[in-house]
């Protein structure tokens, strides 16, 4: 679908598509990886990745790190990055050195083998990873798998695997733990400070064969805002129109002169995570484990405005600024203020055999949104702050189930060959609908304006083997076969009254794969790897229109999926006190799924997006990553990245234009650096910085202007952190986050200099 085509059929597409909305978010931006030394045990001893992967355990992501969410120990491994807006963000996917912020399916997310990635869609805001089914306090190492090299995983996997280790507790354990941050925040006329608050506890032990353990956390938070109200300056004098003051000139990502006028998004949240795990040693190599969780979210979203006519606030209405006649639109505030209400629950089955030549692990999950409500107001403010009409969206049912069986047939290191494989099932299901209501704070649902239902499914059989051809070299073959289908795709709408049966779609698809290492020296290691991989497009992205305030989502119901080629070379020097890597990736993609967006009409502060398959995008990059261990002085740990990618669309005979010109949200410059020295036993002290280059939001390149709401900005953070164990149980770390307060943009403003304190009992 051509960008000019997708502008005009948007509307009427929105209304006759018959799509229900989701939950009118802050306005979300897709409306728009290196063999190393790893310390301790491997997460899974079925898991062989046979390329690159990086790895963090819990000692070192507790020493460097401010953790609030779990997420947060991701933010200093190379070419990754979490769009956490701020504390307790819900909506915080994972953009990876290829794929930018928008594209939630092109990366994996796993805890102790279950699926925590949201592949009902493929967006920043309902499809985003459920990184709150797990606590930080829970973590025991986080390994990534950059690129698609491992039949065991899905085409998701083009971009990472991220795979979270919790225990199994051996013996009594427990934490507590109490954390807080502030926040102070300073852009155009918003200036106030944004608290939040964490605590968590977790208790476990073992009797005999049964193991159990129970985890809670807590967060309280206030956000900065995440959307700026704002409107089109015209370029003509007028006399007409309610004379305002407060308003900011400036220019929208397009270069076009807006007005910015308040404030919106104003999270505060309350989000609480319960986690339970049950283990029975059947006998001494064979174990089956629960893991029961449960997320609670609970959000109010406010807005402000800078207007002011004499002493009183002004929200709509036709104004006047600077002497030029300015329309304000009824909802251009309130479509920013929401309530929202999530329960949403997890459970998993594991079966797992380890131990001897023949080890096997089955894993059947389930993730419901059993409850999960948004209200939005449809009158202007400063009424609808009390009530009147609106809308309920309700994703009451959507969720996914999935089932695992991975085996591997290993006789030892002595071995020649190295044989896993498995099988994959999983389903998805979408059911949103949007009712009017008559009081949008507490009304019961009215009558329903919009439905859409659909359903996914897909199959897969793999087999990979691990062929010891010298003792030098390595070559790992692999291959995944998959049949998915989309079915059950209705859509309704009230007004105009449509009733749409959308056709079922059904692809087969091969994926090889094959990675050759060489160890030509002690300590010397190079690793070629190059892979197929298929992402079969989300059942959002088929099926479901999405409006979430000033935004319209069009989704296409023949959509085909993206194929990717990926590939890396790889060459890494380890040393007793570190390591260093060089990787070299490329990746072709072609019918790449890629989230546009763009104004309504030319001028509109109203954005609409659309997911369209581009005929051919391509990224070539190189990777460094380091780690240095006592460096110049004992207890001085260095470790750090540096990417340079080239990401460009090849081919997109839609839309001609964007040929030539960066993909969307990749930056073509990162780095990560952290120094962290350690002061004895007791104490560390950290000093970090994450930096990369600006990033466009368009396909074609045409947001010129980065620093600016919706824009794309580079940015330069440093962050830094001090823990003393002040008895061996007993931890207290002080921190600081953006110590220089760049203020920057990903699509929405980000957090300033925030301070954080905390204190951790362990035993």
């Known amino acids: 679908m051509s960008y000019i085509r997708a502008r005009r059929l948007a509307a009427p597409i929105l209304l006759a598509s018959c799509c229900a909305a989701t939950p009118a978010y802050a306005l979300s931006d897709d409306e728009t990886e290196p063999p190393i ?20 355990d819990a000692e070192r992501i507790r020493e460097t790190t401010n953790v609030v969410n779990v997420e947060d120990g991701l933010r200093y491994l190379p070419s990754l990055l979490v769009r956490k807006r701020h504390i307790g963000d819900t909506q915080a996917p994972l953009a990876t050195r290829t794929s930018g912020v928008g594209a939630s399916a092109r990366s994996l997310i796993y805890a102790d083998g279950v699926l925590l990635s949201a592949l009902i869609g493929n967006n920043n805001n309902f499809a985003s990873p459920r990184w709150g089914m797990v606590s930080p306090g829970e973590i025991e190492r986080i390994d990534v798998l950059y690129g698609p090299f491992s039949a065991a995983y899905p085409g998701n996997a083009i971009g990472a695997v991220v795979n979270l280790t919790t225990p199994v507790p051996e013996r009594a354990e427990g934490s507590l733990s109490l954390g807080t941050s502030i926040q102070h925040f300073r852009q155009y006329g918003t200036s106030g400070t944004f608290p939040a608050v964490q605590a968590q506890a977790s208790w476990g032990g073992r009797a005999g064969r049964f193991a159990w353990l129970v985890a809670a956390d807590h967060v309280s938070s206030d956000s900065q805002p995440l959307v700026y109200v704002t409107v089109a300056r015209p370029a003509g004098a007028s006399a007409a129109g309610t004379p305002v003051a407060g308003a900011f000139a400036d220019r929208n990502r397009a270069g076009a002169p807006i007005y910015v006028i308040g404030a919106g998004g104003f999270e505060r949240q309350d989000r609480d995570n319960l986690k339970l795990k049950l283990a029975f040693d059947l006998n001494p190599r064979l174990r089956l484990t629960w893991r029961g969780g449960l997320f609670l979210n609970d959000t109010d979203a406010r807005a402000e405005t800078w207007l002011r006519s004499g002493s009183a606030p002004v929200y709509a209405g036709t104004v006047n600024i600077d002497g030029r006649a300015v329309t304000i639109p009824a909802t251009a505030f309130s479509n920013n203020v929401y309530r929202l209400d999530e329960r949403h629950w997890m459970q998993a089955l594991t079966l797992e055999q380890s131990g001897g030549a023949f080890q096997w692990r089955a894993i059947a999950s389930l993730y419901d949104f059993g409850r999960d409500r948004q209200r939005i107001p449809a009158t202007a403010l400063p009424s609808a702050a009390s009530g009147g009409a609106g809308s309920i ?5 959507t969720g996914w189930r999935t089932f695992d069986w991975v085996g591997r047939w290993h006789r030892g290191e002595s071995a020649a060959t190295d044989l896993s494989f498995g099988a994959h099932l999983d389903l998805y299901r979408l059911a949103s609908d949007r009712f009017s209501t008559a009081d949008w704070l507490r009304g019961p649902p009215g ?71 060489w160890q030509p020296a002690d300590g010397w290691r190079f690793t070629l790897s190059a892979a197929r991989a298929y992402r079969f497009p989300t059942v959002s992205e088929l099926y479901q229109a999405i409006s979430t305030g000033p935004t319209l989502t069009v989704p296409d119901p023949n959509l085909r999926p993206e194929r990717a080629f990926s590939a890396e070379l790889a060459a890494e020097r380890s040393f007793a006190d570190g390591h260093v890597r060089l990787s070299l990736f490329s990746e072709r993609i072609h019918d790449a799924l890629i989230s546009q967006s763009a104004p309504l009409v030319p001028g509109s502060t109203t954005l609409f997006s659309y997911v369209q398959n581009i005929a051919e995008v391509r990224t070539h990059g190189l990777e460094l990553a380091f780690e240095w261990r006592n460096a110049l002085i004992h207890g001085l740990e260095l ?17 001609p234009a964007a040929q030539g010109k960066d993909i969307p949200q990749v930056p073509r410059r990162r780095a990560t650096f952290v120094a962290t020295y350690r002061a004895g036993e007791r104490a560390s002290f950290t000093v970090a910085a994450r930096y990369a280059s600006r990033s466009f939001g368009t396909i074609d390149n045409s947001d010129i202007v980065s620093h600016t709401y919706q824009g794309f900005d580079g940015y330069f953070v440093i962050d830094a952190r001090i823990t003393w164990r002040l008895t061996s149980h007993l931890e207290a770390a002080l921190g600081a986050e953006n110590i220089g307060n760049d203020h920057y943009f990903l699509f929405h403003p980000f957090p300033q200099r925030s301070l954080t304190a905390e204190l951790a009992y362990r035993w």
């Not at 470790?639 to 839309?655: C, E, K, R, W």
């Open 393 to 397: 969206v309700r994703l009451d049912g």
């Open 447 to 517: 009558a329903l304006v919009q439905s859409a239902r659909g359903r996914t499914r897909t199959f897969a059989l793999w087999l990979q083997d691990r062929w010891t051809l010298t003792p030098s070299l390595e070559l790992t073959l692999g291959g995944r076969y998959e049949w998915w289908r989309a079915y059950d795709g209705h859509n309704l709408s009230l007004a105009p009254v449509l009733d749409v049966t959308q056709p079922e779609l059904s692809r087969n698809a091969f994926s090889p794969k094959a990675s050759l290492a």
């Open 37 to 56: 030394v790893v310390t301790g045990r491997r997460a899974d001893a079925l898991e062989q990745p046979p390329a690159t992967v990086e790895s963090r």
């Open 639 to 655: 470790d750090g990245s540096f990417t340079l990618a080239d990401p460009q669309v090849v081919s997109d005979p839609a839309f």
